[in-house]
């Protein structure tokens, strides 16, 4: 057989589909090595991604807006924006909500300050009113009671303070839960495990790079030689 004919037969060999088949796993198994531990992280995020949008407690969110404006029969002792700022500040404390005359939703004692948040912005007088719960009727319940609390308490101290607080926008009960986010949840899970493949990966290197490197040898100690025999003496004759 000619080196021609046999080259053609042994690329005949190797095209055929159990060869291609061979090929394609051993280069499978060279990924699935190389790649285990990140693909194995990564899963496992999404999973606890996945698994903390189905189980977790869905939590609603409603806002509702209050602006402080200047009164004009009594003069001002400060800016609307800076009278804004302190009651953003009181609208949460109980001894505020207290003021308001819709009913606020249950909530266990000393906990109103998870159901209701204030945010206000140094440029303009106007109060964000946000109310959160597990059910929408409840956060818009939070919000509205909020707004109509700080609206009465800012009437009562506007002859001392000049300003008075006005209501602009009444909460809606949302039409859909503001948490869990599965999509959000998913991304967070998946980019987590992925993170700790990496450190994973890292530190497995670093100790497979200590194990291979070569070692200071230890000096072996060795018995002292013992002196050597003394000569014995020559007689001369």
Do not use: C
Not at 107 to 133: C, F, M, N, Y
């Amino acid at each position: 057989m000619s080196k021609r004919d046999s080259v053609q037969q042994a690329g005949r060999r190797t095209g055929t589909p159990a060869a291609l088949v061979r090929g394609a796993r051993r280069r499978t198994a060279v990924l699935l090595r190389r790649y285990a531990v990140p693909v194995a992280f990564g899963l496992i995020g999404l999973l606890g991604g996945f698994a903390y949008t189905l189980f977790a407690t869905p939590s609603y969110t409603a806002t509702a807006f209050v602006l402080v404006v200047e009164d004009g029969e009594q003069p001002a002792g400060g800016t609307a924006a800076g009278f804004a700022q302190a009651y953003g500040r009181l609208a949460p404390l109980p001894e505020t909500l207290a003021w308001s005359g819709r009913p606020l939703p249950k909530a266990p004692p000393g906990a109103l300050h998870e159901h209701v948040q204030a945010s206000t912005s140094p440029d303009t007088p106007l109060i964000k009113l946000t109310g959160r719960a597990e059910s929408a009727r409840d956060a818009a319940g939070f919000a509205n009671a909020a707004a109509d609390a700080l609206v009465r308490y800012g009437r009562s101290h506007s002859a001392d303070t000049g300003v008075r607080v006005a209501l602009m926008g009444v909460a809606q009960p949302p039409g859909a839960p503001a948490s869990p986010n599965p999509p959000l949840n998913l991304a967070v899970g998946t980019a987590s495990g992925m993170l700790l493949a990496g450190l994973s990966a890292a530190v497995l290197n670093g100790r497979a790079g200590r194990r291979g490197r070569p070692g200071t040898p230890r000096a072996r100690h060795r018995p002292p030689a013992a002196p050597a025999p003394a000569a014995e003496p020559v007689e001369v004759r």
